[in-house]
């Protein structure tokens, strides 16, 4: 069978319950390894029992996550938009598709790191870094933003537009060889026993993995440039009038969303600096494991973009949508399953990363009250990357702004006034919610389009 025909197959005649399951099980394999190492570093930073130097990983989360918005505006956009043409047999215009967004991913990272080395004194301050814990965090960014941010990148936009091809188990292995290395490299550059660099150790390990794991993908479609259709050519770029913003317009909803996130969790971080670097420190902690159902839901609808999109493009609205809702059940059946976990196991969860009472005490209680959120997002995701997938800019883009940046700070200040620190915590659970009604209102009309499309075309 060709890659053609396998790829046809994947797309079109697999029965819905195993072509979901050969996108996202690898998906999720790899990204779970991922979450591992982003553990990792919290985990053997907070060995050291320092809430500074954990609070200092913490401060750059917000920066490290707009390295994700810059792969998403160019990667989901690109995947999306190579899905469709495949959908449409054409082929030669999803080899443009990535390479375009290949290139463009590359300038966009190159530009932003430049920008982050600039402005460094002014964002870490603002995302919560004060005298205590500057030169650690700054230290920690240069690696990891500065340094590593390019590598970040491209390795997770090559993911997406190889998994949109159908190479999940490709895409899975790059992402889980960057994870292994990452945990393997962790405790020899972070712990006194080792080198001993602390916090700044586990940003060099984490930039480190993230240049294998860059290199993985690019030795990968060196050896198979004669049937994958991720082409890299530079010569690509002379169609970047025409695709380009097909590109930025599925991606960009993606891209702002992170954006906004990144605003957010820096308003919130700001917010509660105010009350300890231990309330700091037991906040990055929670955004740590909150990242397993939060990355499980990503995983999974990026895992079903190609499907969705493949079969949007092809007119079978059907299959598309089966495919959608058995992507959902999975994803809220994982996210209830860790909301119960964290709620009754909060304390020895945060307690897993540091031994300092008055972080595990805060850690706890936030994470109780932030769950609460995990199934609602676990919808919100998969509906949002459909929209992507179809094409559907502006329902996406909505959706996304409400989830993060239109809610968020004014809600911070409301709640914050009204339950000190701990109602912050509470400000997630409620865009969340405000989100998915948006969501369930845009698909139902979306769907009903589609179904008179459908019926007109018969």
Not at 73 to 99: H, I, K, N, W, Y
Not at 188 to 209: E, N, Q
Not at 216 to 244: C, E, N, P
């Amino acid at each position: 069978m060709t890659e053609a025909e396998k790829r046809t197959e994947i797309f079109e005649r697999m029965p819905v319950r195993h072509a979901v399951q050969k996108q996202i099980i690898p998906a999720v394999a790899g990204q779970m390894i991922a979450l591992i190492y982003n553990l990792a570093d919290t985990y053997f930073v907070g060995m050291l029992n320092d809430p500074n130097e954990t609070a200092a990983v913490t401060v750059v989360s917000s920066s490290f996550l707009m390295l994700t918005a810059i792969s998403n505006l160019f990667g989901v956009g690109g995947a999306s938009l190579l899905a469709r043409c495949l959908g449409q047999r054409d082929t030669e215009g999803a080899r443009r598709t990535a390479g375009i967004s290949f290139w463009w991913g590359m300038i966009g990272s190159c530009a932003f790191s430049a920008a982050f080395l600039a402005l460094a004194s002014p964002i870490l301050t603002l995302c919560g870094a004060d005298a205590d814990t500057y030169a650690l965090a700054f230290g920690y960014a240069k690696w990891t933003v500065v340094i590593g941010g390019p590598a970040t990148i491209l390795n997770t936009l090559l993911a997406n537009l190889i998994r949109a091809e159908g190479g999940a188990v490709a895409a899975a292995a790059g992402v889980s060889f960057g994870g292994l290395l990452n945990i393997a490299l962790d405790p020899l550059f972070v712990l006194p026993a080792f080198l001993g660099y602390g916090a700044v150790g586990a940003g060099a390990a984490t930039a480190l993995s993230n240049i294998a794991a860059m290199l993985f993908f690019l030795v990968y479609l060196l050896v198979r440039r004669r049937t994958t259709l991720v082409s890299l050519d530079v010569r690509h770029l002379r169609y970047t009038r025409v695709q380009l913003p097909r590109i930025l317009s599925v991606g960009l909803p993606s891209a702002v969303q992170y954006a906004l996130t990144v605003v957010a969790v820096s308003a919130q971080m700001h917010f509660v600096s105010a009350y300890g670097t231990a309330a700091i420190a037991g906040l990055g902690i929670v955004k740590k494991l909150d990242q397993l159902p939060l990355y499980f839901s990503m995983v999974v609808a990026n895992g079903l973009l190609p499907l969705l999109a493949y079969n949007y493009a092809a007119g079978n609205h059907r299959r598309r949508r089966d495919v959608f809702r058995l992507g959902c059940f999975v994803s809220v059946a994982f996210a209830l399953l860790c909301l119960v976990c964290y709620e009754l196991f909060a304390p020895a969860l945060v307690g897993l990363f540091i031994d300092d009472a008055a972080t595990q005490q805060y850690g706890a209680a936030f994470l109780r009250i932030m769950v609460t959120a995990m199934p609602l997002m676990a919808v919100c995701y998969p509906m949002i990357i459909q929209f992507q997938a179809m094409g559907k800019a502006k329902a996406s883009l909505v959706c996304s702004v409400l989830r993060k940046g239109v809610l968020d700070i004014p809600l911070l200040f409301l709640l914050d006034g009204l339950l000190p620190l701990y109602g912050c915590m509470m400000v997630q659970p409620i865009v969340d919610a405000v989100s998915l009604v948006a969501a369930v209102v845009f698909y139902l009309r979306i769907n009903r389009a589609a179904q008179a499309e459908s019926g007109a075309a018969s």
